[in-house]
């Protein structure tokens, strides 16, 4: 029999490219999304893709009696990726409680539910925000944890230590905490991509609209910084790659090949690309010129963040395969698409 996984905000960007490769892995796969940021046709995209529709269920997470009700319903779960959160980082400065009452409440109540059980298998979405601007780069997993810089980057870090420290005290759960660097790109068939609501505060979706005239032009944040070009470097990873290390990461938990019950893995490509870099690829793979502007520095943006993807490549036995070009020609792709369907209306 297949295993099933639960996919917590699995119609969400990373969730639904992470639910189409655990169903082309052969897992069968359970969504959980409350539709707050996410739209049902979804899961039209991740059927036009596999050929099967996963089942799934409209459930608040915050709703504990619903949390219950839903393990009554679904007993045979194998495992857990936990997607579901609130991710914009202006609006947690906005509504703290909104954060700390999204992401935190929804983590104890699904962690209390598997404390219960013989054992469990759990995948926790974290970030790079957790390193703050690191004092070494390339960022390696035992950097320290630096203060956040806002609600959202403390929901993470909060979010890390509650399942270390349950995992501490209960044996049979099995946990990993994967932490994003910057995830951009779309699956190459556009049937899934990234769908932000309004205007985009991320950098990659903000260059599409651009592109496709929705966005007078770009504003690079500050060209004042200490890096080669004055620009802010990141490192971004195709949302392929990083679907493929949750399956990856699902099957170590499974498999019970862990060297202790919580683990924690940097999911980036280990390349730093500056914002310009990021422009002059993504006119490289679509032909177009980008218009864009110098302007102030964003508050809160660190310099520089890449990670060293030493222990996942060596211990998962997982690498990027994409690189930036890559993943800006697929969300190109996606955007044209979304471009041509609205059009058709
Ligand atoms: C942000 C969050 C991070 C979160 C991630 C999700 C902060 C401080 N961090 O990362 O916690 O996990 O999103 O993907 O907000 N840029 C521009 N113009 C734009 C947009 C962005 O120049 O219109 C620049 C930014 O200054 C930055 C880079 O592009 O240097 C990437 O920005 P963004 O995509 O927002 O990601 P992060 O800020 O790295």
């Known amino acids: 029999m297949n295993k099933k996984i639960l996919v917590t905000g699995g119609l969400g960007f990373i969730g639904s490219h992470t639910v189409v490769a655990l169903q082309e892995k052969g897992f069968d796969v359970v969504i959980i999304d409350n539709l707050s940021n996410s739209s049902l046709e979804v899961l039209g995209g991740i059927a036009q893709i596999t050929k099967i529709s996963p089942e799934f269920e409209k459930?608040?997470?915050?709703?504990?009696?619903?949390?219950?009700?839903?393990?009554?319903?679904?007993?045979?779960?194998?495992?857990?990726?936990?997607?579901?959160?609130?991710?914009?980082?202006?609006?947690?400065?906005?509504?703290?409680?909104?954060y700390y009452e999204n992401n935190l409440n929804t983590l104890i109540y699904l962690l209390q539910h598997l404390k219960q059980k013989e054992t469990a298998n759990f995948i926790f979405s974290s970030s790079c925000t957790v390193y703050g601007q690191a004092d070494e780069l390339p960022i390696t997993e035992s950097a320290p944890?630096?203060?956040?810089?806002?609600?959202?980057?403390?929901?993470?870090?909060?979010?890390?230590?509650?399942?270390?420290?349950?995992?501490?005290?209960?044996?049979?759960?099995?946990?990993?905490?994967?932490?994003?660097?910057?995830?951009?790109?779309?699956?190459?068939?556009?049937?899934?991509?990234?769908?932000?609501i309004g205007t985009p505060q991320n950098l990659a979706p903000f260059i599409t609209q651009t592109a496709v005239g929705k966005r007078e032009k770009l504003s690079v944040f500050g060209n004042d910084y200490p890096?080669?070009?004055?620009?802010?470097?990141?490192?971004?990873?195709?949302?392929?790659?990083?679907?493929?290390?949750?399956?990856?990461?699902?099957?170590?938990?499974?498999?019970?090949?862990?060297?202790?019950n919580y683990e924690v893995f940097n999911l980036g490509t280990g390349e730093g690309n500056s914002v310009l870099e990021a422009i002059q690829a993504f006119e490289k793979v679509s032909g177009k010129k980008l218009p864009y502007e110098i302007t102030e520095r964003r508050e809160g943006d660190i310099t520089a963040a890449y990670a060293d993807t030493t222990k996942a490549n060596e211990?998962?036995?997982?690498?990027?395969?994409?690189?930036?070009?890559?993943?800006?020609?697929?969300?190109?792709?996606?955007?044209?698409?979304?471009?041509?369907?609205?059009?058709?209306?």
Not at 146 to 171: F, H, L, M, R, W
Not at 227 to 250: F, S
């Open 227 to 260: 890096t080669p070009d004055g620009t802010c470097i990141r490192d971004y990873i195709h949302v392929m790659d990083l679907a493929r290390a949750h399956v990856v990461a699902m099957e170590r938990l499974l498999d019970k090949e862990q060297t202790n």
């Open 59 to 98: 459930i608040d997470l915050r709703e504990k009696g619903a949390v219950n009700a839903f393990f009554d319903k679904y007993q045979g779960i194998d495992g857990i990726i936990h997607f579901a959160a609130s991710k914009a980082v202006g609006e947690s400065v906005q509504n703290p409680l909104l």
């Open 315 to 345: 211990v998962l036995k997982w690498k990027a395969e994409y690189n930036i070009e890559d993943a800006l020609k697929s969300a190109w792709k996606w955007q044209q698409k979304l471009e041509e369907e609205e059009k058709k209306g």
């Open 145 to 196: 944890v630096k203060k956040a810089e806002s609600p959202y980057g403390n929901t993470k870090q909060i979010g890390e230590e509650i399942i270390a420290d349950t995992c501490k005290v209960t044996s049979q759960l099995n946990a990993i905490s994967l932490r994003y660097f910057n995830p951009i790109g779309a699956h190459p068939s556009a049937h899934i991509g990234e769908l932000p």
